[in-house]
């Protein structure tokens, strides 16, 4: 990136940050609260992200560690009459949602389990990476992505043998 200030990487990499946060959470609202706490947290520590390898990583890194923590807290969420700023567009997520059998199979897997496979075939982590970034051993890591994968090539079977 030619211009290290924050904001021009949020200018640049929103887009891509806001379709990884979707895939994470499932839910477009969840997304936008996930990319703007990973964001706000990064912002501050911006002096020194900058200077990293991948600040983009570590916008990431910081959204898998905020997911991790709400799976293990109670959710408390308060509601408000009007959302306080429109919602990011982005034309290829738009599209991948309108698949609703892609959609459906992805919605249908536990929360952590689309987080392992997000972090295993999106971000190419390896198992020991994603022990560590959702706090589990990497047998839970194995374990999750192969039933995952079960569940999802499960669901294409199902959904092959209806349309086909």
């Known amino acids: 990136m030619d211009d290290p200030t924050f904001e021009n990487f949020v200018a640049q990499r929103l887009p891509a940050l806001f379709r990884y946060a979707m895939v994470l959470t499932q839910n477009r609202h969840d997304a936008e609260d996930l990319v703007q706490e990973a964001l706000?947290?990064?912002g501050l520590r911006w002096a020194a992200v900058r200077r990293k390898d991948?600040?983009?990583?570590?916008?990431r890194t910081a959204m898998i560690r905020i997911m991790a923590n709400r799976w293990?807290?109670?959710?408390?969420?308060?509601?408000?009459?009007?959302p306080p700023e429109p919602a990011?567009?982005?034309?290829g997520l738009e599209r991948l949602l309108d698949d609703a059998g892609v959609r459906s199979r992805v919605a249908e897997l536990p929360p952590r389990t689309r987080a392992v496979l997000v972090l295993r075939y999106v971000e190419e982590r390896s198992d020991e990476e994603i022990a560590r970034l959702l706090g589990c051993s990497r047998g839970s890591v194995k374990s999750k992505a192969s039933r995952g994968l079960a569940r999802l090539r499960e669901a294409a079977d199902r959904a092959e043998v209806d349309h086909g």
């Open 40 to 42: 706000t947290r990064t």
């Open 54 to 59: 991948s600040p983009e990583g570590y916008v």
């Open 72 to 82: 293990r807290r109670p959710r408390r969420e308060v509601s408000v009459a009007a």
């Open 88 to 91: 990011a567009e982005d034309l």
